[in-house]
């Protein structure tokens, strides 16, 4: 949570969840990701980050890639706004852009225009 300027509770816009913690197989991994989309919903917020890593032989791991796939499909079927994908996340990206709209503090994550393949951004 974060505190405004009154010195009251804000709900944050913005969480980060590791789905690689504690090396999950990747239907586990799934599972959480979407326990934290409905989290995520019922905290009030608007951008999930994921980091789900990029695969240790480099060529994209099988937690990224499914979890890319998943989030394609709840697109789709309209249950997730968009997804950007790290190396997607960049002020010259009109996905980017329009996040910023939704979430301010999108603007000051470290992975801004470092085109991280890691992670991705979820717009609930």
Same mark, same amino acid.
């Given at each position: 949570?974060?505190?405004?300027?009154?010195?009251?509770?804000?709900?944050?816009?913005?969480?980060?969840?590791?789905?690689?913690?504690?090396?999950?197989?990747?239907?586990?991994?799934?599972?959480?990701?979407?326990?934290? @989309? +409905?989290?995520? &919903?019922?905290? !009030?917020?608007?951008?999930?980050? %994921?980091?789900?890593?990029?695969? $240790?032989?480099?060529?994209?791991?099988?937690?990224?890639?499914?979890?890319?796939?998943? @989030? +394609?499909?709840? &697109?789709?079927? !309209?249950?997730?706004?968009?997804? %950007?994908?790290?190396?997607?996340? $960049?002020?010259?990206?009109?996905?980017?852009?329009?996040?910023?709209?939704?979430?301010?503090?999108?603007?000051?994550?470290?992975?801004?225009?470092?085109?991280?393949?890691?992670?991705?951004?979820?717009?609930?």
């Amino acid at each position: 949570m974060a505190t405004n300027m009154a010195g009251g509770k804000t709900k944050a816009l913005l969480r980060e969840v590791n789905l690689e913690a504690g090396k999950p197989l990747v239907d586990q991994a799934i599972k959480r990701l979407t326990f934290e @989309l +409905s989290h995520s &919903r019922a905290l !009030g917020c608007t951008v999930l980050k %994921i980091i789900h890593g990029y695969g $240790s032989s480099g060529t994209g791991g099988r937690i990224r890639t499914e979890s890319r796939k998943y @989030l +394609s499909r709840l &697109r789709e079927q !309209g249950k997730i706004q968009d997804f %950007i994908r790290g190396e997607d996340f $960049s002020i010259f990206q009109e996905s980017t852009r329009r996040a910023f709209l939704r979430c301010g503090e999108l603007r000051q994550d470290h992975d801004l225009d470092r085109y991280n393949n890691g992670v991705t951004f979820i717009l609930l």
